[in-house]
């Protein structure tokens, strides 16, 4: 099992940049696929980004893509998303999740997850 811990959440107005950063506890980080969803108020938890075991590839999300880009740190065991042009839509509870099971990234499942980082754009 592994836990994680996010950071970097704040307010900030659109058209601005935030980092989220995710820290796991297991130097094992690196056999887990690595991922970030997001859960805006009275809405259902949506898939936001992911990244394969090596780092190779990733995987965004449509509503994402071309703004926010993740990467991970093997050697620090940490996982990054870094936000780019901000939308007031972007607005939600932003949580790490670890695969532990699946290979393609299309099919990204969160086996493990972290607490949330709370990230709200302003208009």
């Known amino acids: 099992q592994v836990q994680l811990v996010e950071s970097g959440g704040g307010l900030v107005q659109a058209g601005g940049s935030l980092r989220l950063s995710c820290a796991a506890s297991?130097?094992?980080?690196?056999?887990?696929?690595m991922g970030w969803f997001r859960q805006a108020p009275g809405k259902e938890r949506e898939f936001v980004a992911a990244i394969s075991r090596s780092g190779s590839s990733t995987f965004y999300a449509d509503s994402v893509k071309g703004r926010f880009t993740i990467s991970r740190d093997s050697a620090e065991n940490t996982v990054a998303l870094q936000m780019n042009s901000l939308k007031p839509e972007d607005t939600a509870v932003y949580y790490c999740?670890?695969?532990?099971?699946?290979?393609?990234?299309?099919?990204?499942?969160?086996?493990?997850w972290g607490q949330g980082t709370e990230v709200t754009v302003s208009s």
């Open positions: 999740a670890a695969d532990a099971r699946r290979f393609r990234l299309e099919s990204f499942q969160g086996d493990y």
């Open positions: 297991r130097p094992t980080f690196r056999w887990y696929a």
